[in-house]
């Protein structure tokens, strides 16, 4: 059962992935950079309210 939900969860994700470098490629630069620093931005703010520190988190296992 595990592996089935893993399997689909793979290729929802590769789907994903091809739709957005799609996007990428067809975007003003503009745009694409202006949504990566707001991505990458919220990132960092949002890693403040991490309780992990970087060590621990790698070593949790997924």
Do not use: T
């Not at 003003?28 to 991490?50: C, G, H, M, P, T």
């Amino acid at each position: 059962m595990e592996s089935k939900f893993k399997e689909k969860n793979f290729w929802e994700r590769l789907k994903f992935l091809n739709f957005y470098v799609k996007w990428i490629k067809s975007a003003d630069n503009k745009d694409w950079s202006s949504q990566q620093a707001e991505f990458i931005n919220s990132l960092q703010d949002n890693s403040k309210n991490f309780q992990l520190d970087a060590k621990s988190y790698l070593k949790l296992k997924i």
